[in-house]
DNA sequence: GATATTTGACCTAC
DNA sequence: GTAGGTCAAATATC
């Protein structure tokens, strides 16, 4: 029977699937959640909170300075312009967001995930350029080095070589139609109970440190370019590998507005550090 | 309850 | 004074 190849098939398109889609369940830290958050105000000054006796919060209520201010234009020691900006092998958390004077987008700020376990200065911060291609280009800009040791610690942003996920046309005219079809803008729903899926959980790469959790609502675009693809950059130049790939659109937004303003989460697929497997590798291990 | 994200306010360099 | 960077309460979700 074929059954057997049609399964294998399947579960190569699930397990693909689960590598490119955001938050899967493999993402470190448990969870790679996608969610809407709301948010208030705080505290003006003294008037809300502090009804005059309680001392002013250091620095939301009061004249407090906390200190560690960086200087404006951090040492930018590297960016690229990318339309997949969650490429980096990393597991990034975002605190910020801010318009810029300008800037058509806002820019979002983030911060290694290990930063507060470990005081891991990494940060990048992610905007979207004005220019509006299609695909959208974000310029990534990374401050600080890592020097987080979780796990498999890698030295630099390391991509894993994951290009042949770019499948040829007539390989993804019926899965990749079927993943735009069902897949909703963000959800670890689906990716969540597939046997390949526990077969992700239970290998090396459920818990890895550096899987990259960090989302991303801009473009709908989920594509893997190979490390050796990737230039970073100095400041003085700017790497864009966003051509070098098709675009595989394996969950395309519901509605492509919802991506243009870049508010939303990033998220991005998971990453490996898997000492030398690409997956590739790990495909073809898993349908063995 | 834990955790990540949102977002306005705050702080500081320019 | 302004713009960019960061903080942290509020909040959503698991």
Redesign the pocket.
Known sequence: MTTLGLQGDELLAQLRELLYLPSSPATS???G?????????????DNE?NNGDEEP??????????????????KSSKYLVTSVPDFDGYQW???????????MYA???Y?C?RSAEQGCPA?R?VQRNDDDGNPAKYTVVY?GEHTCTANDSLEAPVILETTAVVVPASATSSSANKQQQRRPQHD?DTAASTPLTAAINNSSMAGSCCSS???TAATGIIESPATSDITWSSSDHVADYSGLFPVYDSWAPASLQEMEDF???IRSPVHVPTDGWTIDQFLLHAAI
């Open positions: 830290s448990g969870d959640r996608w969610r809407r958050r709301g948010s208030k105000k705080r505290c003006r000054n909170n919060h250091p620095r939301r209520c009061g004249s407090g300075k906390t200190s560690n201010r960086k200087t404006k234009q951090q958390r975002k605190y910020g967001q801010k318009q810029i004077e300008g800037a820019r979002s700020y911060r995930t940060k911060t401050m670890d959790t960090t989302t508010t939303g989460p």
